[in-house]
């Protein structure tokens, strides 16, 4: 696109489901925000959210939290980023810096953080503005479309098993293989866990394996904590699957002192017994995602160890048939939107 014209397409969702191709008028960023130049953005289950009304939103509004691109414009304010330099941009749309939270460290949970895509414009388009706190630095080695969905399911199954308990060695089980869990068995691969991929159905494991996984446990013929227990019990599930029983299932698979983390997000309740969270002193809990300085780990940690999420890619106006596409399950295994000049 000509940095000469002065407006650029966006695609924007104008009521629930409602999704159409517009051209939007470009507009210099504001005090503390870039304007970035977006080459690839990732379409994500949470996106939904916007598109389908799950969240209050004021439309219309332009979906999309797993945006590459390059900063074209710098408000004021704006230390430490440059013109031209590529950046991602996340679910987390920046911090404030000044919370109780923020003062505390924990920029993921800042009480004035808005949400990429939410309550202002994300990445299905050419042209977008972020707060310069949420930016997130890529590296030179990893393209725009492989570095996109990176910033959502990698971040999030990246940072979550940085920060568990499992040390290199221990036994560690992903559930789940889609969006999330086909990053999450490649990273804990390479983090020198022992790995278990646990799926539905004998026709997943070579996939598995091919990821990384030492081993597979199908969930659809035998009890998948009876699976971890016969390796030893695992230190950590990470549960990327949207299911309560799933997640539940897995606990008894858990050594004493053990944690699920449960990333996958759904209205189905987690159904537990106390005795088998206090007997083995087991745990159950939630990761979001990360801060922008883990954000800029999972990129440099990625490109250092090849781990890529496996991806199909669209062009901008066909972003209505890429969001069916993912929310019909029918992606292997992340959509990416792609803008041409």
């Given at each position: 696109?000509?940095?000469?014209?002065?407006?650029?397409?966006?695609?924007?969702?104008?009521?629930?489901?409602?999704?159409?191709?517009?051209?939007?008028?470009?507009?210099?960023?504001?005090?503390?925000?870039?304007?970035?130049?977006?080459?690839?953005?990732?379409?994500?289950?949470?996106?939904?959210?916007?598109?389908?009304?799950?969240?209050?939103?004021?439309?219309?509004?332009?979906?999309?939290?797993?945006?590459?691109?390059?900063?074209?414009?710098?408000?004021?304010?704006?230390?430490?980023?440059?013109?031209?330099?590529?950046?991602?941009?996340?679910?987390?749309?920046?911090?404030?810096?000044?919370?109780?939270?923020?003062?505390?460290?924990?920029?993921?949970?800042?009480?004035?953080?808005?949400?990429?895509?939410?309550?202002?414009?994300?990445?299905?388009?050419?042209?977008?503005?972020?707060?310069?706190?949420?930016?997130?630095?890529?590296?030179?080695?990893?393209?725009?479309?492989?570095?996109?969905?990176?910033?959502?399911?990698?971040?999030?199954?990246?940072?979550?098993?940085?920060?568990?308990?499992?040390?290199?060695?221990?036994?560690?089980?992903?559930?789940?293989?889609?969006?999330?869990?086909?990053?999450?068995?490649?990273?804990?691969?390479?983090?020198?866990?022992?790995?278990?991929?646990?799926?539905?159905?004998?026709?997943?494991?070579?996939?598995?394996?091919?990821?990384?996984?030492?081993?597979?446990?199908?969930?659809?013929?035998?009890?998948?904590?009876?699976?971890?227990?016969?390796?030893?019990?695992?230190?950590?599930?990470?549960?990327?699957?949207?299911?309560?029983?799933?997640?539940?299932?897995?606990?008894?698979?858990?050594?004493?002192?053990?944690?699920?983390?449960?990333?996958?997000?759904?209205?189905?309740?987690?159904q537990l017994s106390s005795m088998d969270l206090i007997f083995a002193s087991r745990g159950v809990a939630g990761a979001l995602t990360g801060n922008p300085a883990a954000g800029d780990a999972t990129l440099k940690f990625s490109a250092l160890t090849g781990v890529s999420a496996m991806v199909e890619t669209m062009p901008l106006e066909k972003a209505?048939?890429?969001?069916?596409?993912?929310?019909?399950?029918?992606?292997?295994?992340?959509?990416?939107?792609?803008?041409?000049?």
């Amino acid at each position: 696109m000509s940095q000469a014209k002065t407006t650029y397409r966006a695609v924007e969702a104008t009521g629930p489901g409602k999704l159409r191709l517009t051209e939007r008028t470009l507009v210099d960023p504001p005090a503390g925000h870039a304007r970035i130049r977006v080459e690839a953005c990732g379409v994500c289950h949470s996106d939904s959210g916007t598109v389908d009304g799950l969240f209050p939103i004021q439309w219309p509004r332009v979906p999309g939290h797993e945006a590459v691109g390059r900063i074209d414009a710098l408000g004021a304010g704006v230390e430490g980023w440059a013109i031209g330099q590529r950046v991602g941009v996340g679910f987390l749309g920046g911090s404030c810096g000044h919370c109780p939270f923020c003062r505390n460290g924990d920029l993921v949970n800042c009480q004035n953080q808005e949400y990429t895509g939410i309550q202002h414009d994300g990445g299905y388009a050419e042209v977008m503005i972020a707060k310069a706190s949420g930016l997130i630095a890529v590296p030179d080695d990893l393209s725009s479309i492989a570095a996109a969905p990176l910033l959502c399911a990698g971040l999030t199954t990246f940072s979550a098993l940085r920060d568990s308990p499992a040390k290199a060695g221990d036994l560690v089980a992903v559930l789940g293989i889609g969006g999330l869990g086909h990053l999450g068995v490649q990273y804990a691969r390479h983090m020198g866990f022992e790995v278990a991929a646990i799926a539905r159905g004998a026709d997943k494991a070579d996939l598995a394996k091919k990821l990384g996984a030492h081993h597979y446990i199908d969930s659809s013929s035998g009890d998948p904590a009876k699976g971890l227990q016969a390796l030893g019990g695992a230190t950590v599930v990470l549960a990327t699957a949207s299911a309560g029983k799933a997640v539940a299932d897995t606990v008894k698979g858990l050594r004493p002192g053990g944690v699920v983390i449960a990333l996958g997000v759904t209205e189905e309740p987690v159904q537990l017994s106390s005795m088998d969270l206090i007997f083995a002193s087991r745990g159950v809990a939630g990761a979001l995602t990360g801060n922008p300085a883990a954000g800029d780990a999972t990129l440099k940690f990625s490109a250092l160890t090849g781990v890529s999420a496996m991806v199909e890619t669209m062009p901008l106006e066909k972003a209505a048939e890429a969001y069916a596409r993912m929310m019909a399950g029918k992606a292997r295994f992340r959509m990416v939107l792609t803008m041409t000049a």
